[in-house]
């Protein structure tokens, strides 16, 4: 079945740092991918997304490519703000629309 | 802007108590689901509707049900609280499946079952 694996947290960096956030899955097909971010007491909020393989999705300083060479989805920024301290969900589309996710990676960023 | 609004946003339920939670959007969506989320596992899918009157079960339903009466609603009811139920659980919509739709999510209820 479909599933998502992203690399386990917390992720702990210092302001300005580069980030890589690492996310594979396992689909049929090539389904959409989406990363998720959600900010303490909030729900998830829709970060970037891409359809297609090769496509990059794109916001916020956020970058991820769709790699469908390696089923890969890695979310990169190449300097991360404390403002970016969150929990980041990678997540494959399924069937309905439905969104299936992974374990969630929490990004801690310090001054 | 309401987008998509949760009732209650937290609950204490002794084993065995039932409860519903309520899930409403404005925004016109067609396709309304009802996610868990467990520390460590991410968020996981107990139930969905594709439009009003229908409901379909996700990955993990049991001890869960659903209805789908209205379209900006979809209520989320436990018959029965076990403390395996305690999570916090959180309402999405979207428009449709024609395309890759993000999901608008609810600010999330925090259930605890003693």
């Known amino acids: 079945g479909n599933s998502v694996t992203q690399m386990e947290g917390p992720v702990t960096l210092s302001e300005e740092a580069f980030l890589t956030i690492n996310c594979t899955y396992t689909a049929t097909g090539y389904p959409s991918l989406f990363w998720y971010v959600q900010y303490p007491g909030e729900g998830l909020q829709l970060l970037l997304k891409a359809t297609k393989a090769d496509d990059k999705g794109s916001n916020k300083g956020f970058e991820a490519t769709y790699r469908k060479e390696t089923t890969s989805f890695h979310l990169e920024k190449g300097s991360v703000q404390v403002s970016d301290s969150a929990v980041y969900f990678c997540a494959l589309r399924g069937g309905y629309n439905k969104l299936i996710f992974g374990a969630g990676t929490r990004l801690a960023v310090h001054p | 802007n309401a987008g998509v609004t949760q009732t209650p946003k937290f609950r204490v339920l002794k084993t065995g108590q039932s409860m519903t939670l309520l899930c409403a959007q404005d925004m016109n969506h067609e396709y309304m689901y009802w996610y868990r989320q467990d520390p460590g596992m991410g968020l996981r899918l107990i139930h969905y509707s594709v439009g009003e009157g229908t409901t379909a079960k996700g990955e993990v339903p049991d001890g869960y049900n659903v209805s789908r009466l209205k379209k900006q609603n979809f209520l989320l009811g436990l018959e029965s609280a076990a403390p395996s139920q305690t999570s916090v659980y959180f309402c999405?919509?979207?428009?449709?499946?024609?395309?890759?739709?993000?999901?608008?999510f609810g600010s999330g209820t925090q259930l605890s079952v003693l």
């Open positions: 999405a919509s979207s428009y449709d499946s024609r395309r890759a739709e993000k999901l608008f």
